[in-house]
C-alpha cells in the first residue's frame, strides 16, 4: 500500500508538468456555407485553383508557378504572399485539397532572446478542403482547415502566436471567403 501511494504521488506532481511540457496541438477549423446555386456552378469557382482571388476578398492576385502551385498575394499592407500547393483536385467529389508551403514574414520581433518570425498567417503544417455537396435544392461549400500554430516550441507564447490566434485567424480566413463566394454566387 505505502508503494501505490507513493506511486499515486509521484504521478501527481508528474502529469501537471507533462501538460506544460509541450508544443503546439493540432488546431482544426471547419466552416460552411449554403449557397443558392447549383453545385456545378458553384464548383466552376471553388474548382479553379488559379482562380482565388475572383472570390475571395482578402486575395489582390493568385499567379500559378506551374499547375499544381500558387503564389496569392494579400491585399493587407505590405501585400505579403502565401504560397499553396494543390495536393488533389477531384471534379467528381467536387472536392479541392491544398496545403501551404510558404509565407511572408511579415515582421520579426525578439522573444525569449530569440528572433521570432511573423507570418502571413500564425499557422503551420496547413492543410486544408474545400468541398461543394449539393443540399436543399442548392449547394453547401466547407472549407475545413488543420494546423498547427506558427510558434512551434513549448509555452511561453508570444502575443499573437497561440493555438487560440491561429484558429481565430483561418476562422475568419474561411467565414470571409466563404460569404463573399455566397454573395458572389447568390447575385
Request: glycine share 4%.
Amino acid at each position: 500500500m505505502k508503494k501505490f501511494l507513493q506511486f499515486f504521488a509521484t504521478a501527481l506532481m508528474v502529469v501537471p508538468m507533462l501538460a506544460v511540457a509541450h508544443g503546439p496541438t493540432r488546431q482544426q477549423v471547419k466552416e460552411s456555407v449554403f449557397i443558392n446555386a447549383a453545385p456545378e456552378k458553384v464548383w466552376e469557382v471553388v474548382g479553379d485553383f488559379a482562380g482565388l482571388h475572383n472570390w475571395h476578398p482578402a486575395v489582390a492576385s493568385t499567379e500559378m508557378k506551374n499547375d499544381k502551385v500558387r503564389v496569392l498575394t494579400l491585399k493587407t499592407e505590405g501585400n505579403p504572399t502565401i504560397t499553396e500547393e494543390l495536393d488533389k483536385l477531384d471534379d467528381e467529389k467536387m472536392m479541392l485539397v491544398y496545403t501551404i508551403e510558404d509565407m511572408s514574414v511579415v515582421k520579426t520581433i525578439t522573444f525569449n532572446s530569440q528572433d521570432t518570425p511573423y507570418y502571413t498567417l500564425p499557422v503551420n503544417n496547413y492543410k486544408a478542403w474545400l468541398t461543394v455537396k449539393p443540399k436543399d435544392g442548392g449547394s453547401e461549400v466547407t472549407w475545413k482547415a488543420k494546423f498547427y500554430r506558427a510558434f512551434m516550441a513549448n509555452p511561453p507564447v508570444p502575443e499573437g502566436q497561440s493555438d487560440e490566434d491561429a484558429v481565430k485567424a483561418i476562422e475568419d480566413v474561411a467565414k470571409a471567403g466563404l460569404n463573399n463566394l455566397k454573395a458572389i454566387l447568390e447575385k
